[in-house]
């Protein structure tokens, strides 16, 4: 069955330094997503993309957030400057249309020293 | 705005008992519903979704789960949970209405079995 692939599946990163996340969304999918999950919390959602822009995003997708599809198969979250509390757990999904269900990668856990 | 209360944080349990996980939305729009499991270490795994008709849902591992709109819950259940079944399990809930719509999860529910 096909995946949603996450790379590197651990990135430790220092506080002001610019990270780039990268998903392989399953390959026939069409809405693409990045939520995070801070260690003990719930899964956030970040930000939605659809049909090459952003679609939807949450509070917690300020200016320092980005997300691109450069090549038709990558799906990234970059974060400019990173900060302490942007240690967590970050998890790309994709969907093939608006009813089906979510596909979840294993996430990229971000250490922010 | 739609929002997801799942009211037990941990569920304690022993193998073979049954077990009820609560999960209640707020949404003044009409609804798809979702529960996900995450294994330690793992992403989020679908167990099963409510998009529209029965209301009784069949998930796999033996998982199922029932939309009650005028109680607003969906709540998830099993006959006899496996050891193998602790996990952490998100209740989650997206406009029906709408395209590309995102998921907005509860809070989670740690089950634990034990033997």
């Known amino acids: 069955e096909p995946e949603v692939t996450q790379t590197p599946s651990h990135q430790v990163t220092q506080m002001g330094q610019e990270v780039i996340l990268r998903c392989v969304p399953i390959?026939?999918?069409?809405?693409f997503y990045w939520y995070r999950q801070i260690l003990g919390q719930k899964v956030e959602f970040l930000v939605s993309f659809y049909n090459n822009e952003i679609s939807e995003k949450s509070e917690i997708f300020d200016d320092q957030f980005s997300v691109e599809r450069p090549d038709g198969s990558n799906f990234t979250l970059k974060i400019r400057s990173t900060k302490l509390e942007d240690s967590a757990m970050y998890f790309c999904?994709?969907?093939?249309?608006?009813?089906?269900?979510?596909?979840f990668g294993n996430g990229t856990r971000l250490t922010v020293t | 705005a739609q929002s997801v209360t799942q009211l037990d944080s941990q569920v304690p349990v022993f193998e073979e008992a049954p077990v009820e996980l609560r999960c209640n939305y707020s949404s003044s729009v009409s609804v798809y519903l979702f529960w996900y499991v995450q294994y330690p270490n793992q992403g989020l795994q679908l167990l099963l979704k409510y998009l529209s008709g029965s209301t009784l849902v069949k998930g796999i591992n033996g998982f199922e789960a029932e939309f009650n709109k005028s109680q607003t819950s969906f709540h998830l259940r099993k006959p006899s949970v496996h050891i193998s079944d602790t996990a952490e399990y998100f209740c989650?809930?997206?406009?029906?209405?709408?395209?590309?719509?995102?998921?907005?999860f509860g809070k989670g529910t740690t089950l634990s079995v034990s033997s």
């Open positions: 999904a994709s969907r093939r249309e608006k009813t089906s269900p979510l596909h």
């Open positions: 390959s026939n999918h069409l809405y």
């Open positions: 989650a809930v997206s406009d029906g209405g709408q395209a590309g719509t995102a998921l907005i």
